[in-house]
């Protein structure tokens, strides 16, 4: 019986690089090539609604596609402040998106860890049933959800919005999954110092647990900052509408400003860019580590 022997080749000075670093080196060439193409792509209708907001209405859609314009109208900044009451639909959407996603990092936050780290009897059973709420489909409870906030005398009302919103079965879906890839040493310990669940919740949690939250407050921050269904079902008076509702204002029966649409559409996403930007790292962090114990 023979025995075949392989060599591995070593490193010699002079010595060309094994093929498979340059196979290696080509395959991570082409992996951010795709990347940057899909980033472009992405980024490509957002680059088309900044050059339209800078033209006139008829030349919006003027074909090909002239990305930077010839003659650049900045009025058209200037007139979203000044045909509709931009600065109060500004600061109700504004206030509303910040109240709401304040609520709901601290209602999630406290049925997680519930439902992570304090055993009561049907746990599981109870935090299974909360979440499959979101299957719910809204166009199923928007009507009876709209009886009950004008029964509560709600209606036109920023607050009804607020109600509704402030609790998320995805945001303790989401913590949760974070909380339970927190050690439950931790806790125990703290506990036998004589620490309340409250104060474990506030001084131990919530301070480990900054990737998750941040990753929950830019969702919410988007949801609500974006929101359109909701607002046109709760909110009738011009003081109250949101920047989703006042855009629709340049819809007129004469026509519609399409500059000035993607102009108030530009000013309306700036507090959704800081905001990623503001929170970025913690972002990544924790779409990376959110999900890791079941």
Do not use: H
């Amino acid at each position: 019986m023979s025995v075949r022997y392989t060599t591995v080749d070593k490193a010699v000075p002079g010595r060309p690089i094994a093929p498979n670093r340059s196979m290696n080196a080509i395959q991570g060439i082409f992996v951010y090539a795709l990347l940057l193409l899909g980033a472009a792509v992405m980024l490509l209708p957002f680059i088309w609604m900044l050059s339209a907001s800078l033209k006139p209405g008829i030349e919006v859609f003027s074909f090909p596609i002239q990305w930077i314009p010839e003659r650049i109208r900045w009025q058209n900044y200037v007139d979203i402040w000044r045909k509709i009451d931009f600065v109060t639909y500004y600061k109700n959407t504004l206030w509303l998106t910040l109240v709401v996603t304040f609520n709901s990092l601290l209602t999630s936050s406290l049925a997680a860890y519930a439902f992570a780290k304090i055993n009561f009897p049907e746990r599981k059973t109870l935090f299974l049933v909360y979440v499959m709420t979101m299957a719910v489909p809204f166009q199923v409870i928007m009507i009876p959800q709209f009886i009950i906030m004008k029964n509560l005398g709600l209606s036109d009302s920023l607050w009804a919005l607020v109600l509704l919103q402030s609790f998320s079965p995805f945001g303790v879906f989401l913590l949760r999954q974070f909380f339970l890839s927190i050690p439950d040493e931790l806790s125990e310990c703290a506990r036998i110092d004589g620490l309340s669940e409250l104060g474990i919740f506030s001084r131990i949690i919530l301070p480990l647990s900054k990737p998750a939250l941040s990753t929950l407050g830019i969702f919410q921050f988007k949801f609500v900052w974006n929101d359109f269904l909701g607002p046109l079902i709760y909110l009738t008076s011009d003081r109250n509408k949101t920047i989703q509702l006042g855009i629709r204002k340049f819809y007129t029966q004469y026509g519609v400003e399409y500059g000035l649409i993607m102009a108030a559409s530009v000013c309306a996403l700036l507090p959704v860019i800081v905001m990623y930007v503001a929170f970025q790292r913690y972002f990544i962090q924790g779409i990376a580590t959110t999900g890791l114990k079941g």
